[in-house]
């Protein structure tokens, strides 16, 4: 049976109030944290910078959820959004290359920005967003592989990357071909 148009709102406001409440309680856990430990010291900008992140990330997930009803897409989507979002995450935190303090790690903003630009260009078209992440794959792969020789470390990271990537790739090919 067919629903409403305010059926179908309603499910989604559901869905949006849990989200965003997820992305609070994300938010307060470090400011718990800091009253009860000293090993979690966060400055008001780190609490910025979080929530900046979690604001992008659940505006394009907005955006991605009113583009398209196929699941493959939003599940395309947040697979790429998390990609990305770990991406900054651990950049940010402890670095991919020896700590967050190597310029090395900078080479992973291209692989993001890799994404971006795709993803900006090919709108909200599958086919286009399926070349986008697999560009960001690649990409990833580029870069893990030249990292490799600084930092061993790296091979697991890289994997798990380009595994995120190539599967939002795939999602979307698979919405694609059936459009």
Excluded: C, K
């Amino acid at each position: 049976m067919a629903r409403t148009f305010i059926e179908r709102a309603m499910y989604w406001r559901g869905w949006r109030i849990v989200g965003w409440g997820m992305a609070a309680f994300l938010l307060l856990l470090p400011f718990v944290a800091m009253q009860f430990t000293d090993a979690v010291d966060w400055s008001a900008g780190d609490f910025i910078f979080a929530g900046v992140m979690f604001a992008i990330v659940g505006g394009v997930l907005e955006v991605a959820v009113h583009s398209s009803d196929r699941i493959a897409y939003r599940l395309g989507t947040g697979i790429a959004l998390l990609a990305g979002f770990l991406l900054v995450w651990i950049n940010g935190a402890v670095g991919i290359i020896g700590d967050e303090g190597n310029p090395a790690n900078l080479m992973f903003g291209g692989v993001l920005l890799v994404a971006i630009a795709g993803a900006v260009g090919a709108g909200a078209r599958a086919a286009g967003l399926a070349r986008a992440m697999a560009a960001a794959a690649l990409a990833q792969l580029v870069v893990g592989v030249v990292a490799y020789g600084a930092d061993r470390a790296v091979l697991p990271v890289t994997v798990v990357f380009v595994l995120m990537w190539g599967a939002a790739a795939l999602l979307f090919r698979s919405v694609a071909a059936d459009q």
